[in-house]
């Protein structure tokens, strides 16, 4: 079935790059997202990557898909005490779905030092 | 800036009572989907309607938990009688459409603590 993995904690020092990775299970998978969540707030789309990416860049964040080893990667670069928050990695359980029907992962806590 | 409107922000109930939560989607969204987040967990997807239908409910649990959005803006999440087991954030989202890649933007979700 479908899975999403995450590890559950993260913690860099402020101007620090983070990576958060995720591992997903459904190959037909067309879509892959990142949101993030303060405490108590909804969720937030921060980037998304189409399967026939490889990569995406949108200012501090760089996307990496390994689509073989199904592998995503955020990475954060100079990460700010503002980037502090949960990040879930997410999927569309199937081909051409909206970004409403996503499985996500459990999500990664992310602890900026200052 | 338009956004997905949720209430309450928070609930508290008693187990075996009846609570409602209510979600007012983006206007001209057709699709809304509710979430339940059990805290520590990733949000799972509960119902999913197009306009006024029902497309996905397969992992509502339909005993004591009930969807409507009867005209197809508005919906409403019901739970009777609620357990202690649904103390969880319940967010709602919409979109444009079920189309490919279509964004979908989240409200603040309802926090309920059953007790």
């Known amino acids: 079935g479908e899975d999403v993995e995450q590890s559950l904690f993260l913690s860099v020092r402020e101007g620090d790059s983070s990576v958060i990775n995720c591992t997903y299970t459904?190959?037909?998978?067309?879509?892959l997202y990142w949101y993030k969540q303060e405490p108590g707030a909804g969720l937030q789309l921060l980037t998304y990557?189409?399967?026939?990416?490889d990569m995406k860049q949108d200012q501090r964040l760089t996307v990496l898909l390994n689509k073989k080893d199904k592998h995503l990667s955020l990475r954060i670069a100079d990460t700010q005490t503002g980037d502090s928050a949960i990040y879930f990695c997410?999927?569309?359980?199937?081909?051409?779905?909206?970004?409403?029907?996503?499985?996500f992962g459990k999500g990664t806590k992310l602890s900026v030092k200052p | 800036e338009a956004e997905v409107a949720q209430s309450p922000r928070y609930k508290i109930t008693e187990k075996s009572q009846a609570v409602a939560f209510w979600c007012d989607p983006i206007?001209?969204?057709?699709?809304l989907y509710w979430y339940r987040q059990i805290l520590g967990q990733g949000p799972e997807l509960l119902v999913q309607?197009?306009?006024?239908?029902?497309?996905?409910d397969s992992q509502l649990p339909k005993d004591r938990f009930s969807a409507e959005r009867l005209k197809g803006v508005d919906s409403t999440l019901k739970i009777q009688p609620a357990e202690l087991g649904d103390s969880a954030m319940y967010l709602c989202?919409?979109?444009?459409?079920?189309?490919?890649?279509?964004?979908?933007?989240f409200g603040q979700g309802t926090r309920l603590t059953v007790v």
């Open positions: 989202a919409s979109s444009l459409s079920d189309g490919g890649g279509t964004e979908a933007f």
């Open positions: 459904d190959s037909s998978s067309t879509y």
């Open positions: 990557i189409f399967s026939n990416m």
């Open positions: 997410a999927e569309t359980p199937r081909e051409g779905g909206s970004q409403g029907n996503l499985i």
């Open positions: 206007s001209g969204h057709a699709t």
């Open positions: 309607f197009q306009d006024e239908s029902v497309v996905d």
